[in-house]
């Protein structure tokens, strides 16, 4: 397998609260942009101020493909 195929790009969404930050525990991945911006939406609905989306790299390795 060459690098490009061990990577894949998730979104990462995590709500917070003003003068508080991020809550940890809300933290979601998604593979999908659709899905992550529905689930933010859900978090500002809910009880956090705000929520942060990010997309982030993930690289797939085994030690036993080495």
Do not use: R
Not at 8 to 34: N, P, R, T
Not at 54 to 64: C, G, H, I, R
């Amino acid at each position: 397998m060459n690098n490009a195929q061990n990577q894949m790009q998730v979104y990462a969404v995590i709500g917070g609260w003003d003068y508080e930050g991020e809550h940890f525990d809300s933290l979601c991945l998604f593979d999908c942009k659709s899905a992550a911006e529905a689930y933010a939406k859900k978090l500002e609905e809910g009880d956090f101020d705000y929520a942060l989306i990010d997309t982030k790299e993930v690289k797939m390795e085994s030690a036993l493909s080495v």
